[in-house]
């Protein structure tokens, strides 16, 4: 037990200290954990801001077509542009906008996802996507206290994750071209990912990197994540490797009978063969606060959410840099 106590604590020292900052990578060839040096750490006051900013009550919900999800887009642009990312191919700006009629709508909406790109060094032709989506349910049009839809932890900590995890790569380094997305559309049946995947050359995208509801303790406990679709490739494997040695496990998804891999934005790249998985955190069997007004960043663990996104840097890192390229997922003609 005090041999784990150790490990987690140096765990988070590592991510908690200023200065020069020392993160744990996983040697391949010889599975110990080295100390590489970096001068950038992914610092929970940042990712705090992005959480406190997408969820709040002026983006009203960030429902897809209205004023508060265009607040929120112009937030994710300002940021992708401040990191320094490039647009998606053909696209003059971050927007990738298009519109569509949801399921039971009469009306037309239009919306965009926000896509932003950093290129790859000696694999650029080969992507992976890490994603979340920035849409969530609204507002409730009459009633009295509180009708806001927040969505704090659905999804604005996965987005506050993107944003992380891309300001964390641009410092450290990519050798594949990695793409950040913020799904529009996601809460009205994955329409934004759909979009966004038939549009795409399915072939270069060697991996998908989803973040859903990621700022609750999981049932595993602390440090722990756990990851939807874990038997449909040996992506979870890979970052399972990756982890080892640093205090914080993922483990496969715990609640088959919710059917989760095809309810994310991962669903879309993964019917198109991507090896395109939902990390989450959430203990999403007993959670009051899905779909409820009551999903407000007060209710979430900022601790979580960005050791979280730390150890996705860590446990992806193999993969952002070609060294590991996961299985490609097959999916059943009745799926």
Same mark, same amino acid.
């Given at each position: ?10 765990? *988070? ?7 020069? /900052? ?5 040697? %391949? ?48 642009? %300002? ?16 927007? !990738?906008?298009? %519109? $569509? ?26 992507? +992976? ?11 409730? /049009?009459?009633?009295?206290? @509180? ?29 594949? *071209? ?10 009205? =049946? ?6 966004? =995947? ?31 679709? $874990?038997?449909?490739? @040996? ?5 399972? /490797? ?9 483990? #496969?998804? #715990?609640?088959?009978? $919710?059917?989760?891999? $095809? ?9 198109? =063969?991507? #090896? ?15 779909? !409820?007004?009551? @999903? ?7 601790? +979580? ?6 150890? +996705? ?12 390229? #996961? ?9």
């Amino acid at each position: 037990m005090k041999k784990i106590v150790s490990i987690l604590v140096a765990f *988070t020292a590592i991510f908690s200290c200023t200065g020069q /900052k020392q993160i744990p990578r996983i040697n %391949s060839e010889t599975k110990n954990t080295q100390i590489l040096e970096s001068t950038f750490f992914i610092d929970s006051t940042t990712v705090r801001r992005h959480l406190y900013t997408l969820a709040s009550d002026e983006m009203e919900g960030r429902k897809s077509g209205t004023e508060g999800i265009e607040k929120a887009a112009k937030y994710i642009e %300002s940021e992708f542009k401040r990191i320094g990312l490039t647009t998606f191919e053909g696209l003059e700006t971050y927007r !990738q906008t298009f %519109s $569509f009629k949801p399921r039971g709508g009469q009306k037309e909406i239009t919306s965009a996802n926000i896509l932003g790109v950093l290129e790859g060094k000696s694999k650029k032709e080969e992507y +992976v996507i890490i994603s979340a989506h920035y849409d969530h349910l609204g507002m409730e /049009k009459e009633g009295v206290g @509180d009708r806001i839809y927040n969505g704090a932890n659905d999804d604005a900590s996965g987005v506050a994750g993107v944003l992380a995890l891309a300001s964390y790569f641009m410092k450290v380094g990519n050798e594949r *071209t990695i793409v950040f997305a913020a799904f529009t559309a996601e809460e009205m =049946g994955l329409i934004g990912s759909s979009y966004f =995947g038939k549009g795409i050359e399915a072939s270069k995208f060697v991996a998908g990197i989803n973040l859903e509801m990621i700022g609750k303790t999981p049932g595993f406990g602390a440090n722990t994540a756990w990851l939807t679709g $874990f038997e449909r490739s @040996d992506f979870g494997k890979i970052i399972q /490797k990756n982890l080892k040695g640093t205090g914080y496990q993922l483990f #496969p998804d #715990p609640y088959k009978k $919710f059917n989760l891999f $095809f309810r994310s934005d991962n669903a879309s790249l993964a019917r198109l =063969g991507v #090896p395109s998985h939902t990390f989450s955190t959430t203990p999403i069997d007993v959670d009051l606060d899905y779909h !409820q007004v009551s @999903d407000a960043p007060e209710t979430l663990n900022m601790t +979580v959410i960005t050791q979280t996104i730390q150890a +996705v840097a860590i446990g992806t890192e193999s993969i952002i840099n070609g060294k590991d390229t #996961p299985t490609r997922v097959v999916l059943k003609s009745t799926e």
